[in-house]
């Protein structure tokens, strides 16, 4: 069976990870001097505290080739074929560590294809909870990966934050962008392109109207296969998005989860994402 690896910034829980069997690899996070793994020694609450209280920025680094070259090993023992699909080119240097792994895993019989996702947090989690699911079904690399690959364009993101500014520190947008956000005194609402870069696609006067953007972006798909809902501290409100999102997907099919450490050095405490995997009518499996 095709054995599925991701980075922590999937978003992918432990429980998603058990179940659909899925390899997460944590990303670092670093506060100052200190250096945690990703959601292993630094958890989300204990990481937004610290986030809020520290007055220099973390910062984030991803995992070696080498690293990554043993955790390919180490599956190969188990399945001669592994599919790997990473945060994208634009946001990190994970998927080029995982392209160099290729080349220094020892067991040469085992295929291995790494994808680049062009996304993060649950934008890239439903490519892999797919992959995984498919793998479970008795499906082949072959037949995941171009799979994978051609539904990219098919999941759509927007993310709300209070401020821009977590971005525009980690060079993740423009300062003129943040601008919007910090002069204005609104909402921005932020997409990833289907190139993975990171961009502003709207803003709206408060926190009240910025998730009712959200709520309003998932009622205009008709077809859709998946759906999460991400926070980074405020639960309450990412629990109500999802109630209210029940009407027109089921709520048990809705995934919620908490946006990753990495993530959050890069959003602020304040992120709340949906994510939406849109087929057109025939192509949903």
Not at 34 to 63: A, C, G, I, N, W
Request: hydrophobic share 40%.
């Amino acid at each position: 069976m095709v054995k599925v690896i991701t980075d922590s910034v999937s978003d992918i829980t432990p429980d998603l990870a058990e179940k659909w069997g899925i390899t997460v690899v944590p990303l670092h996070i670093h506060f100052g001097t200190e250096t945690f793994l990703d959601r292993v020694d630094l958890q989300t609450e204990e990481f937004y505290h610290r986030l809020e209280k520290s007055k220099s920025l973390p910062t984030t680094s991803t995992v070696t080739s080498k690293e990554m070259a043993a955790l390919f090993d180490g599956l190969s023992e188990d399945t001669d074929e592994i599919l790997g699909i990473y945060l994208g080119t634009k946001l990190s240097a994970t998927y080029e560590m995982a392209l160099k792994a290729k080349e220094e895993v020892k067991n040469k019989r085992c295929r291995i294809e790494v994808v680049d996702s062009r996304a993060a947090v649950a934008k890239q989690g439903l490519l892999v909870l797919e992959a995984a699911k498919l793998a479970q079904e008795g499906k082949g690399l072959s037949e995941i990966e171009p799979y994978i690959r051609e539904s990219i364009p098919r999941v759509h993101l927007r993310g709300s934050f209070d401020t821009l500014e977590y971005l525009r520190k980690g060079g993740r947008i423009g300062r003129a962008q943040s601008l919007i956000g910090s002069i204005l005194k609104v909402n921005p609402i932020v997409t990833i392109e289907d190139d993975g870069v990171v961009g502003p696609c709207g803003r709206e006067r408060n926190r009240a109207r910025a998730i009712e953007y959200l709520y309003n972006f998932v009622l205009g798909f008709k077809n859709i296969k998946a759906l999460a809902v991400e926070y980074g501290t405020h639960h309450d409100e990412a629990e109500a998005l999802t109630e209210r999102l029940s009407a027109v997907f089921p709520r048990e099919d809705i995934i919620l989860s908490v946006v990753s450490p990495v993530v959050g050095t890069h959003t602020g405490p304040s992120i709340l994402v949906v994510s939406v995997w849109d087929e057109p009518p025939g192509m949903v499996r």
